[in-house]
Each structure stands twice: as C-alpha cells, then as structure tokens.
C-alpha cells in the first residue's frame, strides 16, 4: 500500500478523532497528457536544474513530433503535435509529474497527493460551513494555476467527498460546490488508488467489490483443478486472489469484524 495513501488515511481519522471534518477533492483534467505546454515544461526543468545538453536532448524529444489517424485504409494529414508528452512512454508520466509538481504552491490551504493525472486535496474544517468556504476558495486557486499552466479543469468529471463520524449529525451538506461559474458535485463514495471510500470509512462498498471480484475468478480454478499441479495453482491463486484481498488491507482491514469475515 502506498505510504501516501496512509498518511492521508491516517489523517482523517485523527481529524475524526478530533470531532472535525474532512473534505476531499478529486480533479479530473481534460486530455492531461495531451495539453502539456513544451515551452512552460522546459521552462520548469530548466528551473529544476536540467540544463545544457540534457535539456536539448529533451527538445528534440519533445518537438517535431507528428501525428496521423489511419482508419482502415484512409490516412489523415500528417499534423505536427506542438504540445503534449508521449504516452506509454517511460518519459512521459515523468515529464507530466515534473509539469505539475508545483501545483501545491498554489494554494495555502489542504494536503495535496499528486498521483500521474491524478490531483486531490484533502483538508480540515471544524464545520461544514467553514468546509465549503475553503473548498471554494480552493477550487478557485487550482482554476487559476489551471489556467496560467494551460491546463483544462474538467469540472463535470470532478467531484468531493465529505468525510464524517458517523455518530456525528451533518445538516447542511450541499450537493455540489459552486465557483466560478462552475460546480463540482458531491458523491457519496470515490475510487481512491484502487480502494472504494464512503464518507463514513466503513469500507462497505470496498469489500463488496473485493468479494463480487473473487467471486468472478472461482470457476477458474475449478476448471483448471485437474490440469495443474497444486504449486501451479498456488501460483495462480496468489497472482489472482491473494492479490487483490492483500492489496489496501492494513486500510480496510481496521473495518468491523462482521464485514471483514
């Protein structure tokens, strides 16, 4: 399990510990990968200390790209790609993580976990009115950031979580949040790193989807159960079934003794 992932895990629950609230931000973007200014990303590496003649192999790696759509046998015009990193490429994850690693700076408020394409903010308030002050406040700075580095902000596919006690009684929880002419909805639960998480962490609808993906797999070795020998099937159990009930379970596992057995 990532260590970022428990760290903001662990988070919350002090946050709950403390009778506060937690919001969380997911930003979605529009063909991240595909908008990457060349100019404002060898900028930032050249800012990062990449200089000289590693920063020209970058150029050429970068620039004088181009593209074309073939669909059957009908080809497109041949089109120079003047922004954007490679994709399935090593470099370009890479070269993405570098573009935004300054985002944080943005904002004086939340704790911010930047996974590839993936932005989320995570904060603290003591009520939900003081929550949905910052969470515009927020959203209105990552817009602007968004903005100056040219990127899109994808309000539709964004979204936030409140994360509360459940023995707390929240009243006045809006269903989106508005700024600049935009709104970001609520949503009940979130795909967070391969794990499901609901407002009030019991994980409930994690281990559901854990045990309907188990489920899927047993025909499998019931149909290979003659074929393979017990090491081969042991292999294949740890590939398909241990994986998935060891992945996130140092998170999930804290959920109630009746829902993990």
């Known amino acids: ?9 662990d988070q919350i629950r002090m946050s709950l510990d403390e009778n506060k609230i937690t919001c969380g931000i997911f930003v979605d973007l529009s063909k991240a990968f595909d908008t990457v200014d060349h100019e404002i990303l060898i900028g930032k590496l050249e800012h990062y200390g990449i200089r000289g003649k590693t920063l020209e192999l970058i150029c050429s790696y970068l620039q004088n790209r181009r593209q074309y759509t073939l669909i059957d046998n009908c080809k497109s015009k041949t089109k120079f790609v003047d922004c954007g990193v490679p994709q399935g490429s090593v470099l370009g994850p890479l070269f993405f993580i570098i573009f935004i690693n300054d985002l944080p700076n943005c904002c004086s408020q939340g704790n911010f976990r930047i ?41 539709s596919k964004s979204s936030f979580s409140v994360f509360k006690s459940p023995h707390k009684k929240i009243y006045n929880i809006p269903d ?7 709104k970001i909805e609520r949503t009940s639960s979130i795909k967070f790193l391969g794990m499901i998480l609901d407002e009030n962490l019991t994980f ?15 025909h499998v070795f019931y149909g290979i159960r003659n074929f393979l020998s017990k090491e081969n099937i042991k292999t294949i159990y740890y590939a398909l079934i241990y994986s998935r009930i060891k992945y996130g379970i140092a998170i999930y596992g804290q959920a109630g003794a009746t829902k993990i057995t």
Do not use: G, P, Y
């Open 1 to 9: 399990m990532n260590l970022h992932f428990w760290d903001f895990f």
């Open 115 to 155: 996974f590839a394409d993936d932005t989320n903010v995570f904060f603290h308030a003591n009520n939900i009115e003081d929550l949905i002050i910052a969470a515009r406040h927020i959203m209105i700075e990552l817009n602007s950031w968004f903005a100056i580095n040219k990127l899109t902000l994808n309000a």
């Open 176 to 182: 989106s949040i508005d700024f600049l002419n935009q």
């Open 204 to 218: 409930d609808l994690h281990i559901n989807e854990v045990c309907n993906k188990l489920k899927s797999l047993f």
